[in-house]
């Protein structure tokens, strides 16, 4: 079992910047691949980004592209997402996820760990 817990949520003007972190523990070597995903109000969870151990291989959604930036730091087991350049339309839920293996690329239902999400709020 992988155990996430996500902060550094908040509230943030649009045009800023925001940090969100995941800390994992328990059985960390089913968490090679993690991802943040969001969901917000009336909408479907989309997947933000994901990144491997290695932190070779990264994905990001269009919509985040070269305003999000995901990272890790193995040592610590905590990945991050740096949010910068906020929208209104970023307002969601946040939430981190891991799994084992396999791709960067892999559907939300491909994941096994969740944690509880953290709310992003960007005022316009």
């Known amino acids: 079992q992988v155990q996430l817990v996500e902060s550094g949520g908040g509230l943030v003007q649009a045009g800023g910047s925001l940090r969100v972190s995941c800390a994992a523990s328990?059985?960390?070597?089913?968490?090679?691949?993690m991802g943040w995903f969001r969901q917000a109000p009336g909408k479907e969870r989309e997947s933000v980004a994901a990144?491997?151990?290695?932190?070779?291989?990264?994905y990001y959604a269009e919509s985040v592209k070269g305003r999000f930036t995901i990272s890790r730091d193995n040592a610590k087991n905590t990945v991050y997402l740096q949010m910068n350049s906020l929208k209104p339309e970023d307002t969601a839920v946040y939430y981190c996820?891991?799994?084992?293996?396999?791709?960067?690329?892999?559907?939300?239902?491909?994941?096994?760990?969740w944690g509880q999400g953290t709310q992003v709020t960007v005022s316009s």
């Open positions: 990144i491997s151990w290695s932190t070779l291989h990264t």
């Open positions: 996820a891991a799994k084992p293996g396999g791709s960067v690329y892999a559907s939300q239902y491909d994941y096994d760990y």
């Open positions: 328990g059985r960390t070597s089913s968490s090679s691949i």
